[in-house]
């Protein structure tokens, strides 16, 4: 989408995001510290699923005609996600108007750019911090005297000079879509996975004038809210303050709450002051991500992350069973030295505290991260094109690392999805949650052979085949916990169950003679629950029902 003008602007800011309802907080960053180049400066955000020849001609019918003297500036915000067709577009204006100077920005050009395609292809490359560096360079660019230099290191100025963006989102923005926020920048720890190892610290910005920010976003009608901090309680003070912003705008009961806040959480540090105040927040508004990575204490030394294991336990016990927190975890395939057998007890350990969602994430050798530092040592090999998976190490073997990718896949649609939340119990059956889902997993790709485009009725009905004809089904009853008869009532009760909870409307083949007439969908609460929250809400609380 471009952003109309009564003037074609000089300078464009761009960037490709993974879905519409992501909106970029980098741009807008930029788009707030142009100065006096900010009239002449017009933001266009589009997604990775529209095709580079139509944003290049949308781009250029933006600028207008090239004309002598007039210099075009095209800003790229180029991110793992979005680099492979950034490059294609790139390329594509370059072609058609070669003077016009195109200019990088992002993590995925501010490290190891030496050899990158799109590198070569552009005019300048700004790495790292670019709320400083993109208004001059574009001074430069318009006005003199040229850059000397192609790469351009980003100047990291102090917090309080840099314009804050958060009067840059539209109202569509704000109706439509998930705004990012940030209350600091960079990370204090050193996990060589992440970019942010490369940071010396964390730095905030001043409480007040940000808060001051958010409140005008909240007038405005903003109410979903995702901070993108790394460390969002570092520091207990602030993070008390900003709680208490959000705990102040909540709707007096029974008014359902219509606030959404995402924070990103260090799991071993919950002082007692941040749990009064989380313990005062309805469902469906906060949701936590919490990155756990590993389990495998030498994994964790290895890899430079510091985690207290029992202040994790005790802080994921207490998230939920004394918060109404949405708990969405990770966890790390592939990482050196991590068996197969390593990551299913971590994993094991982290599915019995019951978090609402484990994110299976496989890892990633990000440029400039130190990781890179383990491949000859421990055998990593890693996909050369983005997002630059790991595809084997010493002690993975190609074909684990493929086992579970697609187990990844089917956790998703069958655990993440909130759907099936009373069948997960019966296919998880048995000593190793892990183990019982990777033996689904392995059938169903023997069945299925798909890991993409399997509706929520094509599970009902794996799920009932492999809970009643396969291993897991026919150990149950001959351990003698269920009989052959019983066993099916009970799956077919709990799948029941599950696909009327979801809000499904087709006939599942195994449900068929079991439905209800169809009738209007069934009303949802909590006004504040995004669409896979309303799920393991409904999930948490199941009704009785039976064949």
């Known amino acids: 989408m471009g952003q109309a003008l009564l003037v074609r602007p000089a300078i464009l800011l761009c960037t490709l995001n993974a879905k519409y309802i992501h909106a970029s907080l980098g741009l807008r960053y930029l788009l707030a510290n142009m100065g006096e180049l900010r009239a002449q400066t017009a933001l266009c955000e589009y997604t990775i699923a529209r095709r580079p020849a139509d944003l290049a001609a949308e781009l250029l019918a933006l600028l207008g005609p090239a004309e002598a003297g007039r210099v075009q500036v095209v800003g790229f915000g180029v991110y793992i996600w979005n680099m492979s067709q950034t490059c294609e577009l790139v390329r594509l204006l370059k072609a058609a108007r070669p003077a016009l100077k195109v200019v990088l920005g992002g993590p995925e050009v501010s490290h190891e750019h030496d050899q990158q ?25 318009l006005h003199g005297p040229l850059p000397l230099m192609k790469v351009i290191a980003g100047e990291q100025p102090p917090l309080d000079e840099i314009a804050l963006p958060y009067a840059e989102y539209s109202d569509a923005d704000l109706a439509h879509r998930v705004l990012y926020v940030e209350a600091s920048r960079g990370c204090p720890f050193k996990c060589e996975f992440c970019l942010s190892s490369l940071d010396k610290t964390a730095w905030a910005f001043e409480l007040d004038p940000f808060l001051a920010e ?11 809210f995702k901070f993108v901090d790394r460390t969002f309680n570092l520091k207990a003070e602030a993070s008390a303050r900003i709680l208490q912003f959000f705990l102040d705008r909540l709707p007096p009961a029974p008014l359902a709450p219509d606030l959404f806040v995402h924070f990103e959480l260090i799991p071993d540090q919950l002082p007692e002051r941040l749990k009064t105040l989380i313990a005062q927040f309805p469902p469906g508004v906060l949701q936590f991500e919490i990155g756990i990575q590993s389990f495998n204490p030498e994994v964790q030394q290895r890899i430079s992350r510091r985690q207290d294991h029992a202040k994790t336990l005790a802080n994921l ?29 971590g994993f094991d350990t982290l599915y019995a505290l019951r978090p609402h ?10 440029r400039g991260t130190p990781i890179a530092r383990h491949t000859e040592p421990w055998g990593m090999v890693y996909d050369a094109e983005p997002p630059y998976a790991v595809q084997q ?24 999805s909130g759907r099936f939340s009373r069948t997960l119990a019966l296919l998880l059956q048995g000593a190793s949650p892990f183990a019982a889902f990777l033996a689904w997993s392995d059938w169903l790709w023997q069945r299925s052979g798909q890991t993409s485009g399997l509706s929520p009725e094509a599970l009902v009905d794996h799920l009932f085949d492999y809970l009643t004809e396969s291993g897991q089904g026919t150990a149950a009853a001959s351990a003698g916990r269920l009989a052959p008869e019983p066993l099916q009532a009970t799956v077919l009760a709990a799948l029941l ?50 064949p």
């Open 117 to 141: 395609p799109i590198v070569a292809l552009a005019d300048h490359v700004i790495t790292g911090w670019g709320d400083v560096s993109f208004p001059k360079l574009c001074r430069a660019l």
């Open 214 to 224: 958010l409140d005008q976003l909240y007038q405005r009608g903003a109410r979903q």
């Open 317 to 345: 016990s207490w998230l939920v069973t004394q918060s109404q927190a949405h708990l969405h975890t990770d966890l790390i395939f592939g990482l050196p030295g991590e068996t197969l057998a390593s990551f299913a007890q």
């Open 357 to 366: 969602e484990i994110q299976l994430g496989l890892l990633k050798r990000l």
């Open 393 to 416: 190490t010493s002690v993975l073997s190609r074909q684990e690392v493929q086992r579970f990718v697609r187990l990844a896949r089917y956790w998703d649609l069958v655990a993440n």
């Open 497 to 546: 169950a599950d696909y009327l909870g979801s809000g499904a409307r087709a006939r599942p083949r195994r449900l068929q003679a079991m439905l209800p007439a169809q009738g209007p969908p069934a009303a949802r609460s909590g006004a504040g629950l995004v669409p896979r929250q309303q799920q393991h809400a409904l999930g948490a609380n199941p009704p009785m029902i039976r």
